[in-house]
């Protein structure tokens, strides 16, 4: 696609219900990234994965999160059991590569209530 | 740890004022990107400067890497309120990207 795409746009969901959030990643780019970002805070990283290697996981806050990457190109970040702490938007990113220009999403709104 | 550390954190200012953002690195870098995030949406890259020494202009966005590769800044000229936003300095580092601290500018008409 033109660009980084992430759904849905905003979630809304109760305490201790699961959630998926998509990414669709630049045709091509082999690099994504997920990030999340709380209100007032900087950007925090949660997950990288290259190609085929291994993910790097050491973002991950706790083992309610995983996160997936298929063919090499769509990712599906699940949050089970959420919690309101969860509540932030998550952003992805990919690239060519680490020195490559980043592209983002416009982000996934999730409140958990 | 590698840090990017930005300042001011936030700035306020009225519309037609300059302001400098920078951003700076204990550790020398290859290349470093320049993000504005606008309320709602994912952070925009600007622009990614290369070179040690390097300069590059959008409009009334001037980007500088410093000599050595350490630091970069962001000079905006005749700020206007299309301007406010949160600007990221971002580098890319071994299995992750490295996040400046942000700032928060607000220009005010």
């Known amino acids: 696609g033109a660009g980084v795409s992430q759904s849905p746009s905003n979630k809304v969901t109760e305490k201790g219900k699961d959630v998926e959030l998509r990414c669709d990643p630049i045709s091509g780019h082999t690099a994504l990234y997920w990030y999340r970002q709380s209100l007032g805070q900087g950007l925090e990283f949660l997950i990288y994965?290259?190609?085929?290697?291994?993910?790097?996981k050491s973002g991950l806050p706790s083992d309610r999160f995983s996160a997936e990457r298929t063919g090499g190109s769509v990712s599906t970040l699940t949050i089970q059991r959420t919690q309101q702490e969860d509540s932030a938007v998550y952003l992805c990113?990919?690239?060519?590569?680490?020195?490559?220009?980043?592209?983002f999403g416009e982000g996934s709104w999730l409140t958990v209530v | 740890t590698q840090l990017l550390e930005q300042s001011p954190q936030f700035l306020s200012i009225q519309e037609g004022e300059n302001l400098t953002v920078y951003c700076n690195s204990s550790?020398?870098?290859?290349?470093l990107q320049w993000y504005r995030q606008e309320p709602g949406e994912g952070p925009v890259l600007l622009v990614t400067?290369?070179?040690?020494?390097e300069v590059k202009k959008l409009k009334r966005l001037t980007f500088q890497f410093g000599d050595a590769r350490k630091d970069s800044s962001l000079h905006i000229t005749a700020a206007q309120p299309g301007d406010t936003g949160l600007y990221l300095c971002?580098?890319?580092?071994?299995?992750?990207?490295?996040f400046g601290t942000g700032t928060l500018l607000a220009v005010q008409p």
């Open positions: 971002i580098r890319g580092a071994t299995n992750k990207l490295i």
């Open positions: 990113a990919s690239s060519l590569g680490l020195e490559n220009t980043i592209y």
């Open positions: 550790s020398v870098f290859s290349s």
């Open positions: 400067v290369v070179t040690g020494g």
């Open positions: 994965f290259q190609g085929n290697s291994a993910p790097d």
